[in-house]
């Protein structure tokens, strides 16, 4: 998975559907993760309930450039 193709994909997603709350945009990209990313957003979560967007894709992208 390209992890930049993924967020450009996502932001165009929720530009598409208006979606503008921080926290709805945070749990909807959460559910786009798939295998062991999603073990790693889960505990990235919990870690940082009060995450923004912009934090979260960072971290996303630099986690997935990295093996697993």
């Avoid at 996502?10 to 530009?15: D, G, V, Y």
Wanted: aromatic share 14%.
């Amino acid at each position: 998975m390209d992890p930049n193709t993924h967020v450009r994909m996502f932001h165009k997603a929720i530009h598409t559907n208006g979606e503008k709350i921080n926290v709805d945009v945070v749990n909807l990209f959460y559910f786009t993760f798939h295998d062991a990313i999603s073990e790693w957003g889960e505990k990235f979560m919990q870690t940082h309930p009060i995450c923004k967007f912009e934090k979260l894709q960072i971290k996303f992208c630099r986690r997935v450039a990295t093996p697993l």
